[in-house]
């Protein structure tokens, strides 16, 4: 959109964008069965180029769901589409209707530079259409070095991104006279996999002998070759266990993790589903589900959530999705910030994936994964910790989910995993007590499959912070049986006892 002067008009949340295309775009997420990775480094504050390969459609979709995600439902700047505007694709019925209201500008230097100038963030295809019509998952950009004079100017990082899955929309294009038919007609469900590079700052355009624009273009395009070569995560190939000893095994485990912590604090770690609030799914969705929950529910809380990086330890939740726990969860770092607009804490749960029940419910694996649910292996929890945020762990896993387990006696038997990431971490041990999860979803147990009430109860939770256990950092110390062991005793014990004392007062209330 323009001025009459030719000058681009700031962005503004259209009615069409906010009432049409962008609730589209949510649906096109579950389509395109859409995951985001690396956005988490993307600043709030400050307005970037987003640098990537064309995309091998001419739907746009692919492109307004980057919008979504990058500024939309994030709160960070919004941005630009430079694009070439007039063309046939503009004066097409629907399509033609929705670039038109995509708040695209011009593709122009002076536009960008506007834009940026602006607070508002601008997306460039350097490859154009020599990408769109060219093999896939191929970067064309061939000199096209304009990003980076425009970075340079204006001082802006650029951001690398890839969107895996996009160049396979369509089957094949067939070119008649000039026109392109893309067949089918209409994009394949392929998964969509955005990916988003670190921010990459230009070099000072007034300091002397420093990088040139066609080395710093050249760094930017290495950049984007790697995250669109970056195969989609695949599960490790299962391997024989060696024959010797587990003590072996395990020194050799950690020297191997710390040898890869001091080369790269960053690598081999895992990124885990940014939790954003604001986002439409856990406003209308998780978070008032939760909170309503907690009413009908009376939950009961008791003690001070932690206000930096813990590990809760806790026994494990009943139900088929461990309801109670999910409802602790709100209460400890999403309620303040919902209910209250204080401060949001960003807590995860390790739960074990890819369940029988998980495969059977359609979505339901996505709805775990949004709600911030990790995988329990000690690199995953590791790299939660290293990250600042907190984690729930209940060590007795399936040993305690049966409804036989009603008693709240904990049983984590031999699993020292949680006091060994205290030790290599350094962050406090909370107890926490949920009680009332049994009677709320009560069931029952045949051989080693449970049954539980698929609606809630309308009985009590109570939920109990205890006293912090401070762990001194020792990560070298972290597989020494001689500190483990009384660790971990001292932390069930108090844990146990936040349990006892919440049964004990659930009981005196009862008479």
Known sequence: MTTPDGASEPFARTWPMARVIMPAARLMSYYFRARVSGIEHLPHDRPVIYVGKHPRTFLYLETILLGLYTFWDSGRPPVRVL?????SLHRAPVLGWVRRHVNAIPASAAHALAALGRGESVLIFPGGTRELYGPPDELQWKGRRGFARIAIRSGAPVVPFAILGADRQHLARVSLRGVSLWL?????????????????????ASAAGGESAEQFAARVETATRALLAAKR????????????PAAARAARRDEAETSAAVTDPAAARPAAHELDPRRWRYRFGYLRLASWLSRYHRVRFEGAPWD???????HHGAGY?????AIAVYQLAWRAWFEERGRLLTLRIAASKGNPLERAIPGLAALKRNAGLIDPSEQSCLAVLERGDQLLITPGGHRESSPRARGYRLRWNERYGFVRLALRTGVPIVPLAVVGGYAAYPGFAVGKLSFWSPLPLPARLDIAVGQPIEIPRQPARARDLAIVKPLHQEIREATQALYDRLLARRAGTAR
Do not use: K, M, N
């Open 83 to 87: 694009e070439q505007t007039g063309t």
């Open 184 to 204: 089918p007609p209409f994009p394949l469900p392929v998964r969509l996999d955005f990916r988003f590079g670190r921010p990459i700052i230009p070099p000072d």
């Open 233 to 244: 995560p695949q599960p490790p190939a299962t391997r024989p266990a060696s024959p010797q």
């Open 308 to 314: 930096g990086p813990c590990i809760y330890v806790a």
């Open 321 to 325: 999705l461990s309801a109670d726990l």
